[in-house]
């Protein structure tokens, strides 16, 4: 079946990194987009961006450039979210979702139908 | 951005009573050149991620039980749970997805009476 894995929870001092992981399987990752969604303790949902999995292209929302980086390894059909010099205020669940089909004409233009189960970054001294 | 707001915060519905959940958009999210309302609403029980529920304001996912309806076009929205089951208590969203960056709205949470 289609899912997302995502990596395990991560506890973090500030200023490190953090690399998170949301590995594919059950459909052919590079046919489309993959989204990155935070949510804060006890918050709503905020969309950090998306990435092109088939270019590598990605978008990041405004709030999420500079520290935020979207990867791929299309080898493995994995997506990754880097991010660095970490601050208490990124503390919180970070979901990957499947976005939609890429080839068509604007594909990140999609709802995220299959999400990853989160994974939590906490970031403490 | 486009800004989404849902009402009410929360409310709390006897088993087997109707539960609407409203979400408004700050502009409208209907593209012109295919006819469709680019919202999507999604479900999000404690502890799991948001599930979709509804697409295109009114496509319903596969799965997705039929007492789930969702309404609505340019602004304004409307999601339906028609007869409410113990399983439906959760947060529920709504989302556009007509421009960057995609926006929620803060969320509906909704309990049994």
């Known amino acids: 079946q289609v899912q997302l894995v995502q990596s395990g929870s991560e506890l973090k001092k500030p200023g490190a990194s953090v690399k998170v992981s949301c590995k594919a399987s059950?459909?052919?990752?590079?046919?489309?987009?993959l989204n990155w969604v935070r949510q804060a303790p006890g918050q709503g949902l905020e969309w950090m961006g998306w990435i092109n999995t088939n270019t590598g292209n990605p978008t990041y929302a405004q709030g999420f450039t500079g520290r935020f980086v979207f990867s791929l390894d299309t080898s493995v059909s994995t997506a990754y979210l880097q991010i660095s010099s970490l601050k208490a205020e990124d503390t919180a669940v970070y979901y990957c979702a499947r976005g939609g089909p890429l080839g068509t004409a604007n594909p990140g233009y999609y709802y995220m139908d299959v999400w990853g189960k989160g994974t939590t970054v906490t970031v403490s001294s | 951005d486009i800004v989404m707001t849902q009402s009410p915060d929360s409310l709390a519905v006897s088993l087997g009573e109707r539960a609407t959940i409203n979400c408004k958009s700050s502009?409208?999210?209907?593209?012109?050149?295919?006819?469709?309302?680019?919202l999507a609403w999604y479900q999000q029980k404690p502890g799991q991620p948001p599930k979709l529920l509804i697409y295109?304001?009114?496509t319903r996912e596969s799965g997705v039980p039929d007492r789930f309806s969702g309404s609505g076009s340019g602004t304004d929205f409307t999601l339906t749970i028609s007869s409410l089951q113990a399983e439906d208590v959760a947060v529920y969203y709504c989302?556009?997805?007509?421009?960057?960056?995609?926006?929620f709205g803060p969320g509906t949470k909704v309990d049994i009476k």
């Open positions: 059950g459909y052919t990752f590079t046919n489309y987009a």
């Open positions: 989302q556009q997805y007509y421009t960057t960056p995609f926006t």
């Open positions: 295109w304001a009114s």
């Open positions: 502009q409208s999210v209907l593209y012109s050149s295919n006819n469709k309302n680019y």
